[in-house]
């Protein structure tokens, strides 16, 4: 029993980066994704979460409310994709400015380049402006909240080995 330790003194590992990524992906996705789907709800856009259902899921459960929360959990799992883009790419840019440009060129490589993919979208020049700026207003700040948290995490990881 001497050897034992008790849980309350044990010393839990701390999360690797590539989890923090993980996880600041998965999360990010989930709550701008539910901002999204309030905006959607609300009508201040004409499109919601469960636009990136269109290309694959068939019948129409996808334009309902089961649709948007399942959209919701996708774009949490594909955010994950963008979080490590983001590592790969930026993460040593401690700024906001990065995150806002990553924030637009994701919204124009949804909006403008894969458009032809999602057929619930319509082309740029038929959207109405409300969904423009809606739109463009949540990847930014869903950019902003995947890089500014990626960054802060790599920066704290630097200065612990700084200080070992």
Wanted: proline residues 3%; aromatic residues 18%.
């Amino acid at each position: 029993m001497a050897n034992r330790q008790l849980e309350q003194n044990r010393r839990e590992e701390p999360m690797t980066f590539n989890a923090k990524v993980a996880t600041i992906g998965f999360c990010g996705g989930i709550f701008w994704g539910l901002i999204g789907y309030l905006a959607f709800f609300f009508n201040f856009m004409r499109v919601g979460p469960a636009l990136v259902l269109m290309p694959w899921a068939l019948g129409d459960w996808k334009n309902g409310y089961i649709g948007q929360i399942v959209g919701i959990f996708v774009i949490g799992l594909l955010s994950i994709l963008v979080a490590f883009l983001y590592m790969v790419l930026l993460k040593k840019f401690n700024n906001i400015w990065a995150g806002l440009g990553y924030g637009l060129v994701l919204w124009g490589l949804v909006f403008y380049l894969l458009n032809p993919v999602f057929h619930g979208l319509k082309p740029l020049n038929q959207l109405d402006s409300n969904t423009i700026i809606t739109s463009i207003c949540l990847y930014i700040l869903y950019g902003v909240f995947i890089g500014y948290s990626i960054s802060y995490e790599y920066e704290e990881l630097n200065q612990a080995q700084q200080r070992a």
